[in-house]
């Protein structure tokens, strides 16, 4: 069983950043995940932000973040980070992090079987 919990959401003016972490506890074997993080806007479904390998050397981002998010993993201390830069308002969701046992399909939310609690990032403009 792995337990995951987010932090770093909060209230941001469009164009600032933020920097959410992500800690991962239990029987984590940590490094043998995939890990995704994952936003579910006001009203909308959830939907998949950025994932990175599990040795961290891989990174997918969907289009709208490119160039402004940034996800990265420390795997000596059970952690992934996602660095987000010039904010806009559309970024604003509850943002989850996620992780996918190996061979898992990591671009679907069903290829994932721990989530955290998720944290609230308001952009506003």
């Known amino acids: 069983q792995v337990q995951l919990v987010e932090s770093g959401g909060g209230l941001v003016q469009a164009g600032d950043s933020l920097s959410l972490s992500c800690a991962a506890s239990?029987?984590?074997?940590?490094?043998?995940?995939?890990m995704g993080w994952f936003r579910q806007p006001p009203g909308k479904d959830r939907e998949l932000v950025t994932t990175i390998s599990r040795s961290g050397r891989l990174t997918s981002h969907v289009d709208s973040v490119k160039g402004r998010f940034t996800i990265s993993r420390d795997n000596a201390k059970n952690m992934v980070y996602l660095q987000m830069n010039s904010l806009k308002p559309e970024d604003t969701a509850i943002y989850y992090c996620?992780?996918?046992?190996?061979?898992?399909?990591?671009?679907?939310?069903?290829?994932?079987?721990?989530w955290g609690q998720g944290t609230q990032v308001t952009v506003s403009s």
């Open positions: 239990g029987r984590t074997f940590f490094s043998t995940y995939a």
């Open positions: 996620a992780a996918a046992p190996a061979r898992s399909d990591v671009i679907r939310l069903d290829g994932y079987d721990y």
